[in-house]
């Protein structure tokens, strides 16, 4: 299995502060099922730098760590880059990193109170870059939260997204849950991923995720999730299915 959003890597951003949470880590991502991980530390969140050079060179030191652990498995290098206005500008810099460090898909976040005006903007020029942006966690976006259809008009724009497991199983509450379930079933997400940040408060729950998927979608759901996140290994291109408008609830009536 493998997991395309997590923050292993040891003193690098909020995720593990030393080597033995980083071990803890690593061995209960195996006990999970996980084979591959991509690392995504945390680039320009207004807290943590981590520019592409970086991050590859922590990559290769953590597989090294891994390789002497003899824990079967494999950190690939990424990154959870922060929206903002000048991301071309860090982009042409080559402090970016996108997904196995082949500029073709790049975890991108936005703020957790607000969809940026120029969010729509990012997503297109992106696109005419030939990077497509996967947007991490939008079910725990307030913005989003609140116009639902702000979401359906990234997808349709041809933005990815990617929703925590944890919301799937309610570590994030009910509302968030409820909007993780909308949003599968108007097939506006394409991945599942941990966003694991240590063993505890933000662990792995993937296979809990893939439980609770199948039992509500049934299992060709889990797959979809699953084969989407391989396919990112070697930069493949990505099933999607046709995006649907979340429709309100009012007095029994639906509107768009």
């Known amino acids: 299995m493998v997991d395309i959003h997590c923050h292993i890597l040891s003193g690098v951003d909020d995720g593990p502060d030393n080597y033995m949470i980083f071990k803890e880590m690593a061995n209960r991502a195996v006990s999970e099922g996980i084979t591959r991980l991509f690392a995504t530390p945390h680039h320009l969140n207004g807290k943590y730098e981590n520019k592409k050079i970086d991050v590859l060179k922590y990559v290769d030191l953590f597989n090294g760590y891994l390789k002497k652990e003899n824990i079967p498995l494999v950190i690939l290098p990424g990154q959870e880059l922060r929206i903002h206005r000048e991301i071309f500008h860090t982009i042409e810099k080559d402090e970016v990193l996108t997904l196995g460090n082949q500029n073709k898909y790049l975890l991108l976040e936005l703020p957790s109170g607000e969809v940026p005006d120029y969010t729509l903007e990012v997503v297109y020029e992106l696109l005419l870059k030939g990077i497509t942006p996967i947007i991490v966690h939008p079910e725990r976006n307030r913005g989003l939260l609140s116009d639902n259809n702000l979401l359906y008009e990234l997808v349709q724009e041809g933005a990815l997204t990617q929703l925590t497991a944890g919301s799937m199983i309610g570590q994030f509450g009910k509302k968030v849950k409820s909007f993780s379930e909308k949003i599968i079933e108007h097939h ?69």
């Open 188 to 256: 506006l997400s394409h991945f599942i991923a941990s966003d694991a940040h240590n063993v505890h408060t933000r662990g792995f729950c993937l296979q809990s995720a893939y439980e609770r998927i199948a039992n509500l979608y049934g299992i060709h759901q889990t797959y979809y999730f699953k084969e989407n996140a391989e396919l990112l290994i070697n930069g493949q291109h990505i099933i999607t299915q046709k995006p649907l408008p979340i429709r309100k609830k009012i007095f029994g009536l639906f509107y768009s």
